[in-house]
């Protein structure tokens, strides 16, 4: 009689219990590395012309986070970016609306910036083109995105784009 009262308490002592945390926000700090840019944006080019809107939020338990990318002129995407433990190293897979433009980037964060690198073919040429992509998160509270590219095997780098990410009011 007593073993199924003590059965009977510990169960409910269990069942009332707040579980353990899951997904990723106890884990290793490298997850935590590129919540600065998670939030509502606009996006203004360096002339201060608005360029498009970007959604940022955690996903997957904070183990990542996804970009959703409006831009004024009516080209959009989406992008998801985690830390992985097994490579030591930052990924994001980018997939854009205009024709289907696939990006994939390898990188990390260092010297206060989030660094990314990948390779793809060049539009104009069809030749392997290095894709460089940073972002630092500026004192003001605004984020920087460089986006560089170099037909030269990273000799010489051409500036893509060159942001700044505002937050959104209200």
């Not at 935590?32 to 012309?49: A, E, L, P």
């Not at 080209?75 to 609306?97: E, K, L, M, R, T």
């Not at 030269?152 to 009011?169: A, C, L, M, N």
Request: proline letters at 4%; glycine letters at 16%.
């Amino acid at each position: 009689m007593h073993i199924a009262l003590l059965a009977l308490l510990l169960g409910a002592h269990a069942a009332g219990a707040t579980p353990p945390p899951t997904g990723c926000s106890t884990m290793r700090n490298e997850h935590r590395q590129f919540d600065f840019w998670i939030g509502n944006w606009d996006v203004y080019n360096t002339k201060g012309t608005i360029a498009g809107h970007s959604r940022i939020e955690s996903v997957s338990e904070g183990c990542g986070i996804s970009e959703h990318w409006q831009g004024a002129g009516g080209g959009a995407g989406v992008s998801y970016n985690a830390w992985d433990p097994g490579s030591g190293h930052w990924h994001q897979f980018w997939v854009g609306n205009t024709s289907g433009d696939v990006l994939y980037l390898e990188g990390g964060f260092a010297n206060g910036s989030m660094s990314m690198q990948g390779v793809r073919p060049n539009a104009a040429t069809g030749k392997p083109q290095r894709q460089r992509i940073t972002w630092t998160p500026n004192k003001d509270g605004t984020v920087r995105q460089h986006w560089e590219t170099s037909d030269d095997d990273g000799k010489s780098w051409q500036t893509s784009f060159d942001g700044s990410y505002h937050r959104q009011k209200g």
